[in-house]
Protein backbone atom coordinates (compact mmCIF):
# COMPACT_ATOMS: atom_id res chain seq x y z
CA UNK A 1 0.00 0.00 0.00
CA UNK A 2 1.52 2.99 -0.90
CA UNK A 3 0.80 6.32 1.21
CA UNK A 4 1.46 9.61 0.07
CA UNK A 5 2.75 12.64 2.22
CA UNK A 6 3.14 15.59 0.11
CA UNK A 7 5.45 18.39 2.15
CA UNK A 8 6.14 21.84 1.32
CA UNK A 9 7.63 24.80 2.18
CA UNK A 10 6.43 26.69 5.53
CA UNK A 11 4.47 23.07 6.92
CA UNK A 12 3.84 22.31 10.05
CA UNK A 13 5.87 19.42 10.73
CA UNK A 14 3.68 17.41 13.13
CA UNK A 15 0.72 17.48 10.36
CA UNK A 16 2.80 14.96 8.44
CA UNK A 17 5.11 13.24 11.08
CA UNK A 18 2.49 12.37 13.22
CA UNK A 19 0.16 10.52 10.48
CA UNK A 20 3.73 8.76 9.37
CA UNK A 21 4.39 7.35 12.29
CA UNK A 22 0.86 5.75 13.13
CA UNK A 23 0.49 4.96 8.91
CA UNK A 24 4.00 3.61 8.48
CA UNK A 25 3.15 0.83 11.13
CA UNK A 26 0.47 -0.55 9.11
CA UNK A 27 1.10 -4.36 7.83
CA UNK A 28 2.95 -3.79 4.17
CA UNK A 29 2.52 -0.09 4.02
CA UNK A 30 5.05 2.06 2.58
CA UNK A 31 5.19 5.90 3.27
CA UNK A 32 6.69 8.51 1.44
CA UNK A 33 7.21 12.42 1.47
CA UNK A 34 6.96 13.59 -2.10
CA UNK A 35 6.99 17.41 -3.52
CA UNK A 36 6.81 18.88 -6.57
CA UNK A 37 10.56 18.90 -6.65
CA UNK A 38 12.51 16.08 -4.45
CA UNK A 39 14.77 18.03 -1.54
CA UNK A 40 14.31 19.47 1.70
CA UNK A 41 11.06 21.54 3.12
CA UNK A 42 11.70 23.76 5.82
CA UNK A 43 8.76 23.87 8.60
CA UNK A 44 6.78 27.18 8.95
CA UNK A 45 9.76 28.72 11.55
CA UNK A 46 12.25 27.42 9.45
CA UNK A 47 14.13 25.03 12.54
CA UNK A 48 13.38 21.73 10.48
CA UNK A 49 13.50 20.45 7.61
CA UNK A 50 11.52 17.31 6.09
CA UNK A 51 13.17 15.61 3.28
CA UNK A 52 11.09 14.69 -0.20
CA UNK A 53 12.51 11.86 -1.76
CA UNK A 54 10.14 11.91 -4.85
CA UNK A 55 8.44 14.16 -6.81
CA UNK A 56 4.52 14.36 -7.58
CA UNK A 57 5.11 12.89 -10.42
CA UNK A 58 7.02 9.44 -9.41
CA UNK A 59 3.39 8.92 -7.36
CA UNK A 60 0.32 10.10 -9.40
CA UNK A 61 -1.65 6.88 -8.23
CA UNK A 62 -0.91 6.27 -4.31
CA UNK A 63 -3.62 4.20 -2.28
CA UNK A 64 -3.53 6.74 0.52
CA UNK A 65 -3.60 10.64 0.13
CA UNK A 66 -2.18 12.56 3.63
CA UNK A 67 -2.40 16.06 2.66
CA UNK A 68 -0.67 17.64 5.93
CA UNK A 69 -1.31 21.64 6.47
CA UNK A 70 0.91 24.93 7.94
CA UNK A 71 1.37 28.42 6.41
CA UNK A 72 2.64 27.22 3.25
CA UNK A 73 -1.21 25.85 2.22
CA UNK A 74 -2.16 29.20 1.26
CA UNK A 75 0.08 29.20 -1.56
CA UNK A 76 -0.64 25.86 -3.03
CA UNK A 77 -4.35 26.46 -2.91
CA UNK A 78 -3.25 28.70 -6.18
CA UNK A 79 -0.56 26.12 -7.28
CA UNK A 80 -2.31 24.17 -10.54
CA UNK A 81 0.52 21.75 -10.16
CA UNK A 82 -0.11 20.79 -7.24
CA UNK A 83 -3.97 20.64 -7.42
CA UNK A 84 -3.76 19.14 -10.83
CA UNK A 85 -1.46 16.13 -8.87
CA UNK A 86 -4.57 15.81 -6.23
CA UNK A 87 -7.38 16.04 -8.39
CA UNK A 88 -6.04 12.92 -10.71
CA UNK A 89 -4.59 10.88 -6.89
CA UNK A 90 -7.85 11.21 -5.69
CA UNK A 91 -9.95 9.59 -8.62
CA UNK A 92 -7.68 6.63 -7.96
CA UNK A 93 -7.18 6.52 -4.14
CA UNK A 94 -8.77 4.31 -1.79
CA UNK A 95 -8.42 7.23 0.82
CA UNK A 96 -7.40 10.84 0.85
CA UNK A 97 -7.19 13.05 3.88
CA UNK A 98 -5.85 16.14 5.37
CA UNK A 99 -4.77 17.64 8.54
CA UNK A 100 -5.09 21.01 9.45
CA UNK A 101 -4.89 23.40 6.95
CA UNK A 102 -4.19 21.00 4.64
CA UNK A 103 -8.01 20.42 4.45
CA UNK A 104 -7.46 23.69 2.05
CA UNK A 105 -5.81 22.31 -0.66
CA UNK A 106 -8.23 19.37 -0.95
CA UNK A 107 -10.61 21.82 -0.85
CA UNK A 108 -9.07 24.26 -3.51
CA UNK A 109 -8.78 21.06 -5.92
CA UNK A 110 -12.69 20.50 -5.67
CA UNK A 111 -12.47 17.70 -3.78
CA UNK A 112 -14.70 18.98 -0.61
CA UNK A 113 -17.45 20.58 -2.58
CA UNK A 114 -20.79 19.23 -0.55
CA UNK A 115 -18.87 17.45 1.57
CA UNK A 116 -18.65 18.37 5.59
CA UNK A 117 -15.01 18.94 6.72
CA UNK A 118 -13.02 20.35 9.42
CA UNK A 119 -9.42 22.24 9.67
CA UNK A 120 -7.53 24.45 12.31
CA UNK A 121 -10.14 26.02 14.44
CA UNK A 122 -8.47 29.74 12.63
CA UNK A 123 -9.14 28.64 9.14
CA UNK A 124 -12.10 26.35 9.70
CA UNK A 125 -14.86 29.28 8.26
CA UNK A 126 -12.54 28.98 4.89
CA UNK A 127 -13.49 25.54 4.29
CA UNK A 128 -17.48 27.55 2.75
CA UNK A 129 -15.21 28.75 0.28
CA UNK A 130 -14.66 25.56 -1.82
CA UNK A 131 -18.28 24.55 -1.11
CA UNK A 132 -17.63 22.50 1.66
CA UNK A 133 -20.17 22.59 5.29
CA UNK A 134 -16.88 23.55 8.07
CA UNK A 135 -17.48 21.11 11.42
CA UNK A 136 -16.10 22.15 14.38
CA UNK A 137 -15.10 18.11 15.10
CA UNK A 138 -11.59 16.43 15.62
CA UNK A 139 -12.72 14.17 12.58
CA UNK A 140 -14.64 14.35 9.46
CA UNK A 141 -15.32 11.41 7.62
CA UNK A 142 -17.23 11.83 4.32
CA UNK A 143 -16.60 8.60 2.48
CA UNK A 144 -13.32 7.79 1.16
CA UNK A 145 -12.48 11.68 2.57
CA UNK A 146 -11.40 12.12 5.90
CA UNK A 147 -10.44 15.83 7.30
CA UNK A 148 -8.75 16.30 10.45
CA UNK A 149 -8.89 19.29 12.58
CA UNK A 150 -4.91 21.06 13.88
CA UNK A 151 -1.89 19.90 14.09
CA UNK A 152 -2.07 16.72 16.70
CA UNK A 153 -6.03 15.96 15.58
CA UNK A 154 -3.83 13.95 12.66
CA UNK A 155 -2.67 11.29 14.77
CA UNK A 156 -6.29 10.23 15.88
CA UNK A 157 -7.18 10.39 11.96
CA UNK A 158 -4.14 8.15 11.38
CA UNK A 159 -5.58 5.47 13.90
CA UNK A 160 -8.91 5.74 12.81
CA UNK A 161 -7.16 5.07 8.80
CA UNK A 162 -5.25 2.28 9.99
CA UNK A 163 -8.15 1.00 11.70
CA UNK A 164 -10.17 0.99 8.48
CA UNK A 165 -7.16 -0.66 6.44
CA UNK A 166 -6.02 -3.34 8.80
CA UNK A 167 -8.32 -3.80 11.43
CA UNK A 168 -9.08 -2.75 14.94
CA UNK A 169 -6.71 -4.49 16.56
CA UNK A 170 -3.94 -3.61 14.37
CA UNK A 171 -4.83 0.22 15.30
CA UNK A 172 -4.87 -0.11 19.07
CA UNK A 173 -1.21 -2.35 18.69
CA UNK A 174 0.25 0.91 16.90
CA UNK A 175 -1.68 3.02 19.19
CA UNK A 176 -0.20 1.11 22.21
CA UNK A 177 3.26 0.97 20.50
CA UNK A 178 3.31 4.97 20.39
CA UNK A 179 2.43 5.67 23.67
CA UNK A 180 -0.54 7.50 22.61
CA UNK A 181 -2.40 8.64 25.93
CA UNK A 182 -2.28 12.19 26.31
CA UNK A 183 -2.82 13.69 29.23
CA UNK A 184 -2.13 17.64 28.75
CA UNK A 185 -1.14 19.29 31.59
CA UNK A 186 -3.78 22.63 30.87
CA UNK A 187 -7.48 22.37 29.40
CA UNK A 188 -6.54 24.89 26.91
CA UNK A 189 -6.26 22.44 23.62
CA UNK A 190 -9.62 23.67 22.21
CA UNK A 191 -11.56 26.77 21.27
CA UNK A 192 -14.00 26.00 23.58
CA UNK A 193 -11.60 25.49 26.63
CA UNK A 194 -9.13 28.20 26.22
CA UNK A 195 -9.41 30.92 27.93
CA UNK A 196 -9.99 34.30 25.92
CA UNK A 197 -6.46 35.55 26.78
CA UNK A 198 -4.58 32.44 25.36
CA UNK A 199 -6.93 32.54 22.40
CA UNK A 200 -5.62 35.90 21.68
CA UNK A 201 -1.97 34.89 21.85
CA UNK A 202 -2.68 32.35 19.28
CA UNK A 203 -4.03 34.78 17.02
CA UNK A 204 -1.22 36.97 17.32
CA UNK A 205 1.02 34.52 16.78
CA UNK A 206 -0.40 33.71 13.50
CA UNK A 207 -0.83 37.13 12.17
CA UNK A 208 2.89 37.56 13.23
CA UNK A 209 3.95 34.07 10.68
CA UNK A 210 1.41 34.61 7.97
Known sequence: MDVAIPIFDRITAL?????????????DAQV?????????KRTENRMLALHADAALSELT????????????????????TVL???????????WTTSVCTGSLVLGAAGILEG????????????LA??????VSRRVVRQGKVITAAGVTSGIDMALMLAAEIAG?????AIQLGIEYDPEPPFDSGSI?????????IVKDRRARLA
Open 15 to 27: DAVGPYEVLSRVP
Open 32 to 40: RFIAAEPGP
Open 61 to 80: EPDVIVFPGGYGTRALTDDE
Open 84 to 94: AWLRHAHEHSR
Open 115 to 126: LEATSHWLSLDD
Open 129 to 134: RYGATP
Open 168 to 172: DEIAQ
Open 192 to 200: ATAAPEIVQ
